[in-house]
């Protein structure tokens, strides 16, 4: 399976942005993973933004509670990522990410495929 991310660009603070995770192949891929978003900034290590299991729960870092949101169209094969109110400290490469559903919430769960990144970059 591959992953494509797009969505990714710059705006000004407040702004918005969606990005959208494409999973190739026909089968309905995403209906039973474990799905993520991830971020990293220049110089730090990355970091989980997002994650959505199967049922669907998700779990939010604490810096984007409220702003973000992350959701999936199972037919469609999409994962995404919708961000709101976006702050500076937001700019980082943005990454999708899948894998098997088990303990999919444990923080610090290992993700095995991954997109090649969006570029998102929010100024003040």
């Known amino acids: 399976v591959r992953l494509v991310e797009s969505g990714g660009g710059s705006v000004q603070a407040g702004g918005s942005l969606t990005l959208s995770c494409v999973a190739s192949g026909n089968s309905p891929y995403y209906a039973n993973y474990c799905l993520g978003w991830f971020r990293q900034a220049p110089g730090k290590e990355r970091e989980p933004v997002a994650i959505?299991?199967?049922?669907?729960?998700?779990w939010y870092t604490d810096s984007v509670k409220g702003r973000f949101t992350i959701s999936k169209d199972n037919r469609n094969n999409t994962l995404y990522l919708q961000m709101n109110s976006l702050k500076p400290e937001d700019t980082a490469m943005y990454y999708c990410a899948s894998t098997a559903p088990v303990l999919c919430l444990l923080v610090g769960r290992t993700f095995d495929t991954w997109g090649q990144g969006t570029l998102v970059t929010v100024s003040s």
């Open positions: 959505l299991d199967s049922s669907p729960h998700t």
